[in-house]
Protein backbone atom coordinates (compact mmCIF):
# COMPACT_ATOMS: atom_id res chain seq x y z
CA UNK A 1 0.00 0.00 0.00
CA UNK A 2 3.00 1.94 1.07
CA UNK A 3 4.76 1.51 -2.38
CA UNK A 4 1.33 2.29 -4.26
CA UNK A 5 1.08 5.63 -2.53
CA UNK A 6 4.74 6.58 -3.42
CA UNK A 7 4.04 5.78 -6.86
CA UNK A 8 1.77 7.82 -6.83
CA UNK A 9 3.28 10.55 -5.14
CA UNK A 10 5.79 10.12 -7.37
CA UNK A 11 3.87 10.19 -10.43
CA UNK A 12 2.05 13.40 -8.74
CA UNK A 13 5.63 15.24 -8.94
CA UNK A 14 6.51 14.08 -12.70
CA UNK A 15 3.00 15.95 -13.99
CA UNK A 16 4.19 19.20 -11.87
CA UNK A 17 7.51 19.42 -13.07
CA UNK A 18 6.09 18.77 -16.34
CA UNK A 19 3.34 21.61 -15.95
CA UNK A 20 5.85 24.25 -14.96
CA UNK A 21 8.58 23.14 -17.75
CA UNK A 22 5.68 23.38 -20.58
CA UNK A 23 4.47 27.00 -18.52
CA UNK A 24 8.07 28.19 -18.57
CA UNK A 25 8.46 27.04 -22.07
CA UNK A 26 5.36 29.32 -23.47
CA UNK A 27 6.27 31.91 -21.35
CA UNK A 28 9.94 32.04 -22.66
CA UNK A 29 8.23 31.76 -26.70
CA UNK A 30 6.00 34.47 -25.45
CA UNK A 31 9.13 36.85 -24.73
CA UNK A 32 10.95 36.15 -27.73
CA UNK A 33 8.31 36.53 -30.12
CA UNK A 34 7.20 39.68 -28.31
CA UNK A 35 10.88 41.32 -28.67
CA UNK A 36 11.46 39.45 -32.54
CA UNK A 37 8.40 40.92 -33.39
CA UNK A 38 8.89 45.20 -31.72
CA UNK A 39 12.60 44.85 -32.16
CA UNK A 40 12.67 47.65 -34.69
CA UNK A 41 10.14 49.79 -32.11
CA UNK A 42 12.08 49.51 -29.46
CA UNK A 43 14.97 51.46 -31.58
CA UNK A 44 12.70 54.24 -32.89
CA UNK A 45 13.13 57.22 -31.57
CA UNK A 46 9.95 58.54 -33.38
CA UNK A 47 8.00 56.01 -31.16
CA UNK A 48 10.18 57.30 -27.85
CA UNK A 49 8.83 60.80 -28.73
CA UNK A 50 5.36 59.40 -28.96
CA UNK A 51 5.23 58.42 -25.71
CA UNK A 52 4.82 61.44 -23.77
CA UNK A 53 3.40 63.41 -26.86
CA UNK A 54 0.52 61.50 -27.44
CA UNK A 55 -2.95 62.71 -25.78
CA UNK A 56 -4.04 59.95 -23.44
CA UNK A 57 -7.35 59.93 -25.39
CA UNK A 58 -5.67 58.41 -28.22
CA UNK A 59 -3.64 56.30 -26.23
CA UNK A 60 -6.45 54.46 -24.51
CA UNK A 61 -7.59 53.31 -28.54
CA UNK A 62 -4.35 51.90 -28.83
CA UNK A 63 -4.40 50.06 -25.63
CA UNK A 64 -8.14 48.98 -26.30
CA UNK A 65 -7.82 48.34 -30.06
CA UNK A 66 -4.68 46.50 -28.64
CA UNK A 67 -6.92 44.04 -26.40
CA UNK A 68 -9.38 43.66 -28.74
CA UNK A 69 -7.00 41.94 -31.12
CA UNK A 70 -5.54 40.02 -28.46
CA UNK A 71 -9.04 38.70 -27.55
CA UNK A 72 -9.27 37.84 -31.28
CA UNK A 73 -5.95 36.40 -32.09
CA UNK A 74 -6.60 34.22 -28.79
CA UNK A 75 -9.85 33.22 -30.09
CA UNK A 76 -8.82 31.70 -33.62
CA UNK A 77 -5.45 31.66 -33.79
CA UNK A 78 -4.16 31.64 -29.71
CA UNK A 79 -2.52 28.65 -28.20
CA UNK A 80 -5.59 27.22 -26.85
CA UNK A 81 -7.90 27.13 -30.05
CA UNK A 82 -10.96 25.28 -27.72
CA UNK A 83 -10.43 27.79 -24.56
CA UNK A 84 -13.45 29.19 -22.89
CA UNK A 85 -14.10 32.93 -23.03
CA UNK A 86 -12.51 33.22 -19.90
CA UNK A 87 -9.65 31.84 -20.90
CA UNK A 88 -9.37 33.63 -23.70
CA UNK A 89 -9.40 36.94 -21.35
CA UNK A 90 -7.12 35.67 -18.95
CA UNK A 91 -4.52 34.76 -21.83
CA UNK A 92 -5.59 38.51 -23.28
CA UNK A 93 -4.37 40.26 -20.11
CA UNK A 94 -1.18 37.82 -19.33
CA UNK A 95 -0.10 38.74 -22.58
CA UNK A 96 -0.40 42.65 -22.21
CA UNK A 97 1.01 42.36 -18.82
CA UNK A 98 4.13 40.43 -20.16
CA UNK A 99 4.34 43.17 -22.89
CA UNK A 100 4.67 45.81 -20.22
CA UNK A 101 7.45 44.00 -18.70
CA UNK A 102 9.41 43.26 -21.98
CA UNK A 103 8.80 46.60 -22.67
CA UNK A 104 9.78 48.14 -19.61
CA UNK A 105 12.78 45.86 -19.29
CA UNK A 106 14.58 46.55 -22.74
CA UNK A 107 13.80 50.46 -22.46
CA UNK A 108 15.30 50.35 -19.42
CA UNK A 109 18.38 48.40 -20.66
CA UNK A 110 18.45 51.20 -23.61
CA UNK A 111 18.58 53.76 -21.64
CA UNK A 112 15.25 55.27 -22.86
CA UNK A 113 13.54 54.94 -19.22
CA UNK A 114 15.69 56.71 -15.92
CA UNK A 115 14.60 57.61 -12.47
CA UNK A 116 14.95 61.50 -13.35
CA UNK A 117 11.83 60.82 -15.67
CA UNK A 118 8.11 61.79 -14.60
CA UNK A 119 5.93 58.70 -14.01
CA UNK A 120 3.87 59.98 -17.43
CA UNK A 121 7.05 60.22 -19.78
CA UNK A 122 8.19 56.70 -18.37
CA UNK A 123 4.20 54.94 -18.41
CA UNK A 124 3.60 56.68 -22.20
CA UNK A 125 7.16 55.35 -23.63
CA UNK A 126 6.37 51.96 -21.81
CA UNK A 127 2.57 51.49 -22.94
CA UNK A 128 3.35 52.41 -26.62
CA UNK A 129 6.05 49.83 -27.02
CA UNK A 130 4.00 47.40 -25.28
CA UNK A 131 1.38 47.29 -27.10
CA UNK A 132 3.09 45.86 -30.02
CA UNK A 133 5.32 43.84 -28.09
CA UNK A 134 1.98 42.19 -26.58
CA UNK A 135 0.53 40.82 -29.98
CA UNK A 136 4.45 39.67 -30.84
CA UNK A 137 4.16 37.87 -27.18
CA UNK A 138 0.64 35.96 -28.13
CA UNK A 139 2.30 34.87 -31.65
CA UNK A 140 5.46 34.02 -30.23
CA UNK A 141 3.58 31.92 -27.49
CA UNK A 142 1.12 30.28 -29.85
CA UNK A 143 3.01 29.60 -33.03
CA UNK A 144 7.30 29.60 -31.88
CA UNK A 145 6.65 25.98 -30.27
CA UNK A 146 6.45 22.42 -31.09
CA UNK A 147 3.10 21.78 -31.28
CA UNK A 148 3.01 18.22 -30.46
CA UNK A 149 4.95 18.97 -27.51
CA UNK A 150 3.88 22.15 -26.38
CA UNK A 151 -0.17 21.91 -26.71
CA UNK A 152 -2.30 20.75 -23.50
CA UNK A 153 -3.50 17.07 -23.56
CA UNK A 154 -7.08 18.14 -24.23
CA UNK A 155 -5.76 18.13 -27.60
CA UNK A 156 -5.74 21.79 -29.74
CA UNK A 157 -4.21 20.52 -32.76
CA UNK A 158 -6.58 17.47 -32.68
CA UNK A 159 -5.65 13.90 -31.25
CA UNK A 160 -2.43 14.19 -29.87
CA UNK A 161 -2.19 10.02 -30.33
CA UNK A 162 -2.61 11.03 -34.31
CA UNK A 163 -1.16 14.66 -34.24
CA UNK A 164 -2.30 14.20 -38.17
CA UNK A 165 -5.92 14.75 -37.62
CA UNK A 166 -6.36 18.28 -37.43
CA UNK A 167 -8.96 19.66 -34.65
CA UNK A 168 -12.42 21.49 -35.85
CA UNK A 169 -10.04 24.79 -35.15
CA UNK A 170 -7.64 24.07 -37.50
CA UNK A 171 -10.21 22.93 -40.05
CA UNK A 172 -12.16 25.86 -40.32
CA UNK A 173 -11.45 30.03 -39.39
CA UNK A 174 -14.45 31.85 -40.07
CA UNK A 175 -14.45 35.09 -42.65
CA UNK A 176 -14.30 37.40 -39.34
CA UNK A 177 -11.58 34.89 -37.66
CA UNK A 178 -9.78 35.58 -40.53
CA UNK A 179 -10.06 39.56 -40.38
CA UNK A 180 -8.76 39.17 -37.03
CA UNK A 181 -5.48 37.61 -38.02
CA UNK A 182 -4.84 39.59 -40.66
CA UNK A 183 -4.90 42.80 -39.12
CA UNK A 184 -3.05 41.24 -36.14
CA UNK A 185 -0.38 40.19 -39.40
CA UNK A 186 -1.02 43.96 -40.78
CA UNK A 187 -0.18 45.74 -37.18
CA UNK A 188 3.01 43.81 -36.44
CA UNK A 189 4.57 44.48 -39.66
CA UNK A 190 3.11 48.15 -40.31
CA UNK A 191 3.70 49.07 -37.00
CA UNK A 192 7.57 49.47 -37.20
CA UNK A 193 7.55 51.44 -40.60
CA UNK A 194 4.89 53.81 -39.49
CA UNK A 195 6.37 55.96 -36.51
CA UNK A 196 9.14 56.86 -39.00
CA UNK A 197 9.60 60.04 -41.02
CA UNK A 198 10.17 58.09 -43.77
CA UNK A 199 6.57 57.48 -44.77
CA UNK A 200 5.78 61.35 -44.48
CA UNK A 201 9.18 62.48 -46.76
CA UNK A 202 7.88 59.45 -49.46
CA UNK A 203 4.20 60.56 -49.18
CA UNK A 204 5.09 64.23 -49.89
CA UNK A 205 7.63 63.58 -52.73
CA UNK A 206 5.85 60.56 -54.86
CA UNK A 207 4.16 61.44 -57.93
CA UNK A 208 0.30 60.15 -58.47
CA UNK A 209 1.54 57.58 -60.60
CA UNK A 210 4.00 56.31 -58.98
CA UNK A 211 1.59 56.04 -56.11
CA UNK A 212 -0.93 53.91 -57.68
CA UNK A 213 1.76 51.80 -59.36
CA UNK A 214 2.71 51.22 -55.47
CA UNK A 215 -0.91 50.68 -54.76
CA UNK A 216 -0.78 47.86 -57.76
CA UNK A 217 1.93 46.09 -56.37
CA UNK A 218 0.48 45.66 -52.82
CA UNK A 219 -2.65 44.48 -54.25
CA UNK A 220 -0.48 42.31 -56.71
CA UNK A 221 1.75 40.74 -53.65
CA UNK A 222 -1.02 39.70 -51.67
CA UNK A 223 -2.25 38.19 -54.60
CA UNK A 224 0.29 36.05 -55.13
CA UNK A 225 1.07 35.32 -51.10
CA UNK A 226 -2.43 34.31 -50.70
CA UNK A 227 -3.49 32.21 -53.94
CA UNK A 228 -0.09 31.91 -56.01
CA UNK A 229 2.96 30.69 -54.44
CA UNK A 230 2.43 27.91 -52.92
CA UNK A 231 3.34 29.27 -49.00
CA UNK A 232 3.28 27.40 -46.21
CA UNK A 233 -0.02 25.55 -45.44
CA UNK A 234 -1.54 28.10 -48.03
CA UNK A 235 -4.46 25.85 -49.05
CA UNK A 236 -6.15 25.29 -45.67
CA UNK A 237 -7.11 29.30 -46.02
CA UNK A 238 -7.52 29.66 -49.47
CA UNK A 239 -9.78 26.37 -51.02
CA UNK A 240 -11.09 27.64 -53.58
CA UNK A 241 -9.39 29.35 -56.56
CA UNK A 242 -11.98 30.79 -58.43
CA UNK A 243 -12.02 34.45 -59.72
CA UNK A 244 -14.70 35.50 -57.34
CA UNK A 245 -12.89 34.10 -54.47
CA UNK A 246 -9.53 35.20 -55.92
CA UNK A 247 -10.57 39.63 -56.43
CA UNK A 248 -12.53 39.29 -53.16
CA UNK A 249 -10.02 37.89 -51.20
CA UNK A 250 -7.81 40.14 -52.63
CA UNK A 251 -9.71 43.27 -51.92
CA UNK A 252 -10.66 42.14 -48.29
CA UNK A 253 -6.78 41.91 -47.59
CA UNK A 254 -6.31 45.48 -49.13
CA UNK A 255 -8.83 47.24 -47.49
CA UNK A 256 -7.69 45.30 -44.35
CA UNK A 257 -4.04 46.66 -45.02
CA UNK A 258 -5.45 50.28 -45.25
CA UNK A 259 -7.20 50.55 -42.46
CA UNK A 260 -4.54 48.97 -40.28
CA UNK A 261 -1.78 51.65 -41.75
CA UNK A 262 -4.43 54.82 -41.40
CA UNK A 263 -5.08 53.41 -38.11
CA UNK A 264 -1.58 53.25 -36.86
CA UNK A 265 -0.52 56.46 -38.47
CA UNK A 266 -3.40 58.23 -37.29
CA UNK A 267 -2.21 56.73 -33.53
CA UNK A 268 1.12 58.21 -34.48
CA UNK A 269 -0.01 61.40 -35.44
CA UNK A 270 1.25 61.44 -38.76
CA UNK A 271 -1.87 62.50 -39.99
CA UNK A 272 -1.75 65.94 -38.17
CA UNK A 273 -1.49 69.03 -39.89
CA UNK A 274 -1.74 67.38 -43.26
CA UNK A 275 -4.04 67.73 -46.15
CA UNK A 276 -6.17 64.81 -46.87
CA UNK A 277 -4.58 64.15 -50.30
CA UNK A 278 -0.88 63.83 -48.38
CA UNK A 279 -2.79 61.68 -45.24
CA UNK A 280 -4.26 58.83 -47.98
CA UNK A 281 -0.93 59.05 -50.23
CA UNK A 282 1.07 58.09 -46.00
CA UNK A 283 -1.68 55.62 -46.21
CA UNK A 284 -0.80 53.71 -49.52
CA UNK A 285 2.88 54.07 -48.72
CA UNK A 286 2.40 51.96 -45.59
CA UNK A 287 -0.04 49.76 -46.99
CA UNK A 288 2.63 48.00 -48.98
CA UNK A 289 3.85 46.31 -45.41
CA UNK A 290 0.98 46.19 -43.70
CA UNK A 291 -0.55 43.84 -47.40
CA UNK A 292 2.42 41.71 -46.93
CA UNK A 293 1.46 40.98 -43.19
CA UNK A 294 -1.69 40.65 -43.68
CA UNK A 295 -1.62 38.24 -46.29
CA UNK A 296 1.16 36.70 -45.04
CA UNK A 297 -0.06 36.52 -41.44
CA UNK A 298 -3.17 34.80 -43.02
CA UNK A 299 -0.97 31.70 -43.22
CA UNK A 300 1.98 32.57 -41.25
CA UNK A 301 0.15 33.63 -37.77
CA UNK A 302 -2.33 30.37 -37.64
Known sequence: MSSEANKNRHKTQQEMVRSLTKSSQQYFRGVVGGVMFSLPLLYTMEVWWAGFSI???????????????????????????????????????????????????????????????????????????????AIGVAVGTAQLGDNNNSQPDTGMHGDQNNPGIPSPAEKHIDFWGQVVIALCGAVLFAANVAPTEEVIVIATQITSERLLAL???????????????????????????????????????????LVASASILWFFGRFDGLSPIINLAETVVLALPATLGASAGRILLQ
Open 215 to 257: ALVSIIFGAVILFYSNFMDAEKFTRSYSLFTIVSGTIVTYAIA
Open 55 to 133: DPLRMFLYVLATFSLLLGYNRYAGLRRDASPLEVVIDSVEEMGLGIIVAAAFLWLLGRITAEMTFNEIAGKVIVEAMTV
